[in-house]
């Protein structure tokens, strides 16, 4: 069982950053492909960025390439979204999720494990 736990999201104004933290727990990091999703009020869940096990290999959404970056650091069983140029349309909900193939993928639908979830707002 792996636990995650989001925060870092909050209010920002358009083109302005945040970055988001995902602490785990439960098992060592190292063995997950880890990813960041988003869900606004509406709209079906999206995915945003993935990071394999490694570190090695990540991939993007083209509607964050760019804007959003991830990392991890498996030391500290942590991971990572930094977001960049913020525009209102990313306002949404957001989750990390974990990946026991260790892949870097952006199915959703592959990902055993998930946060709670973390508001990001974009508005002036």
């Known amino acids: 069982q792996l636990q995650l736990v989001e925060s870092g999201g909050g209010l920002v104004q358009p083109g302005g950053s945040l970055r988001l933290s995902c602490a785990t727990s439960?098992?060592?990091?190292?063995?997950?492909?880890v990813g960041w999703f988003r869900q606004a009020p509406g709209k079906e869940r999206e995915p945003l960025a993935c990071?394999?096990?490694?570190?090695?290999?990540?991939n993007y959404a083209d509607s964050v390439k760019g804007r959003f970056t991830i990392s991890r650091d498996n030391a500290k069983n942590m991971m990572y979204l930094q977001m960049n140029s913020l525009k209102p349309e990313d306002t949404a909900v957001y989750y990390c999720?974990?990946?026991?193939?260790?892949?870097?993928?952006?199915?959703?639908?592959?990902?055993?494990?998930w946060g709670q979830g973390t508001q990001v707002t974009v508005s002036s």
């Open positions: 999720a974990a990946d026991l193939t260790g892949l870097s993928t952006l199915v959703g639908s592959l990902y055993d494990y």
């Open positions: 439960g098992r060592g990091l190292h063995d997950y492909g």
């Open positions: 990071i394999s096990s490694s570190g090695a290999s990540t």
